[in-house]
């Protein structure tokens, strides 16, 4: 039976694993970039009362084009985008599919520079689009010069960017955008899944949106709105590309509930800001404590950070696990990812640290 139903499965698929990061009941999980607090209690309320206006009309489909909640990010968003510039989904994952779905398929192809976000890849395959992963400097920046040379021997149908990047935490210069827009013919996806930890806030290509019809703005509400249970993504983009994700999208892919949730939590986008800033200032926590401690950590503009000098990154993992602290192991060599917790959990994550460097130091390759 299991062969016969792997030889039912589309070829591409056979033999392929699903995505999976492990989902562990651990005192302290700081493994996926979650926003690392629960939603206040006033917001809460708000959030409870536009979902308690919407129970009782259940009965009828949602808006199919949720109208009001795309009027809703684009007043967030500012840039004189209106919602015809904005579309929402089911997190940015549904976003960047239905791009897939529209611009690329069976037979076409979109670039991407890994290490980064795991799901593009997947999602390209799910969609039948080739990937084609153009790398990064060893360092993990990206050079205007790199993207510009990539993009040219490819010419692929889609370009993903991702600013600030996962796993590395590097936000991407303007002049790296504007290049990966100017050689490409295609789509080109800034997708700023982590824009609002970024330590300037206004490094955005939202900036750049202007006369570029072929740019998207990937977005979402999973990190900085602390929101990351309800599934919202949105993007910006020209309305004449937003107009062609109709074409794909499913009929009333959005909920009402999930439509007016959104809605609730985006009237208290500025008490959610003060997590935010407290976050960032949990991350860069981090970056100091672990630089003292003589291991390499990469910049970070999110709400995580990468860091390196690990000789064995597996047993370090395990280790800190051990500790009960949950942390990602982003499968670059000598390396772990951790998302900035609560002060707490930051503390938690320092205090392993320090206790696995003391018990095994033959885990760790500092020069110090
Ligand atoms: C977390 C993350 C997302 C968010 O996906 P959702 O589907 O909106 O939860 C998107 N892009 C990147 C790079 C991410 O790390």
Same mark, same amino acid.
């Given at each position: 039976?299991?062969?016969?139903?792997?030889?039912?499965?589309?070829?591409?698929?056979?033999?392929?694993?699903?995505?999976?990061?492990?989902? @562990? =009941?651990?005192? &302290?999980?700081?493994?996926?970039? /979650?926003? *690392?607090?629960? %939603?206040?209690?006033?917001?809460? +309320?708000?959030?409870?009362?536009?979902?308690?206006?919407?129970?009782?009309?259940?009965?009828?489909?949602?808006?199919?084009?949720?109208?009001?909640?795309?009027?809703?990010?684009?007043?967030?968003?500012?840039?004189?985008?209106?919602?015809?510039?904005?579309?929402?989904?089911?997190?940015?994952?549904?976003?960047?599919?239905?791009?897939?779905?529209?611009?690329?398929?069976?037979?076409?192809?979109?670039?991407?520079?890994?290490?980064?976000?795991?799901?593009?890849?997947?999602?390209?395959?799910?969609?039948?689009?080739?990937?084609?992963?153009?790398?990064?400097?060893?360092?993990?920046?990206?050079?205007?010069?790199?993207?510009?040379?990539?993009?040219?021997?490819?010419?692929?149908?889609?370009?993903?960017?991702?600013?600030?990047?996962?796993?590395?935490?590097?936000? @991407? =210069?303007?002049? &790296?955008?504007?290049?990966?827009? /100017?050689? *490409?013919?295609? %789509?080109?996806?800034?997708?700023? +899944?982590?824009?609002?930890?970024?330590?300037?806030?206004?490094?955005?290509?939202?900036?750049?949106?202007?006369?570029?019809?072929?740019?998207?703005?990937?977005?979402?509400?999973?990190?900085?709105?602390?929101?990351?249970?309800?599934?919202?993504?949105?993007?910006?983009?020209?309305?004449?590309?937003?107009?062609?994700?109709?074409?794909?999208?499913?009929?009333?892919?959005?909920?009402?509930?999930?439509?007016?949730?959104?809605?609730?939590?985006?009237?208290?986008?500025?008490?959610?800001?003060?997590?935010?800033?407290?976050?960032?200032?949990?991350?860069?926590?981090?970056?100091?404590?672990?630089?003292?401690?003589?291991?390499?950590?990469?910049?970070?503009?999110?709400?995580?950070?990468?860091?390196?000098?690990?000789?064995?990154?597996?047993?370090?993992?395990?280790?800190?696990?051990?500790?009960?602290?949950?942390?990602?192991?982003?499968?670059?060599?000598?390396?772990?990812?951790?998302?900035?917790?609560?002060?707490?959990?930051?503390?938690?994550?320092?205090?392993?640290?320090?206790?696995?460097?003391?018990?095994?130091?033959?885990?760790?390759?500092?020069?110090?």
């Amino acid at each position: 039976m299991t062969e016969e139903l792997e030889n039912l499965l589309r070829p591409d698929l056979r033999g392929q694993t699903p995505y999976g990061a492990p989902q @562990l =009941d651990v005192p &302290v999980q700081l493994n996926t970039n /979650e926003n *690392a607090y629960a %939603i206040p209690a006033d917001v809460a +309320a708000v959030i409870e009362e536009h979902l308690s206006r919407e129970v009782r009309g259940l009965n009828r489909y949602p808006d199919r084009d949720a109208t009001a909640l795309r009027a809703d990010f684009a007043a967030y968003l500012g840039h004189g985008l209106t919602a015809d510039h904005v579309w929402a989904a089911n997190g940015s994952n549904e976003i960047l599919q239905q791009l897939l779905q529209a611009f690329g398929g069976p037979g076409r192809t979109v670039l991407g520079f890994m290490p980064s976000y795991s799901m593009h890849p997947l999602l390209a395959r799910g969609t039948g689009t080739a990937f084609i992963d153009a790398g990064r400097e060893d360092d993990y920046t990206l050079s205007a010069d790199h993207v510009r040379r990539a993009i040219t021997e490819h010419d692929p149908d889609l370009v993903f960017l991702v600013s600030p990047n996962n796993p590395t935490g590097t936000a @991407l =210069d303007a002049d &790296v955008i504007e290049a990966a827009y /100017e050689a *490409a013919r295609g %789509i080109v996806i800034v997708d700023e +899944a982590y824009v609002e930890f970024a330590r300037d806030p206004n490094s955005t290509a939202l900036n750049r949106l202007e006369g570029r019809r072929r740019l998207v703005v990937s977005r979402t509400m999973s990190k900085a709105f602390a929101f990351a249970g309800a599934r919202v993504g949105y993007l910006a983009a020209d309305p004449e590309l937003v107009e062609k994700l109709l074409l794909v999208r499913l009929p009333y892919h959005l909920s009402s509930l999930t439509q007016a949730a959104a809605r609730g939590a985006l009237a208290c986008a500025a008490q959610l800001q003060a997590e935010v800033d407290e976050l960032k200032h949990q991350r860069d926590r981090i970056v100091k404590n672990l630089r003292a401690k003589g291991l390499p950590v990469a910049d970070s503009d999110a709400n995580f950070v990468l860091f390196g000098g690990l000789a064995d990154a597996a047993a370090v993992w395990r280790a800190v696990l051990d500790q009960g602290v949950l942390i990602r192991d982003v499968g670059l060599p000598g390396c772990l990812r951790i998302t900035a917790g609560t002060e707490e959990e930051t503390t938690a994550f320092l205090d392993a640290v320090e206790t696995v460097m003391a018990r095994r130091p033959e885990l760790f390759s500092t020069d110090s």
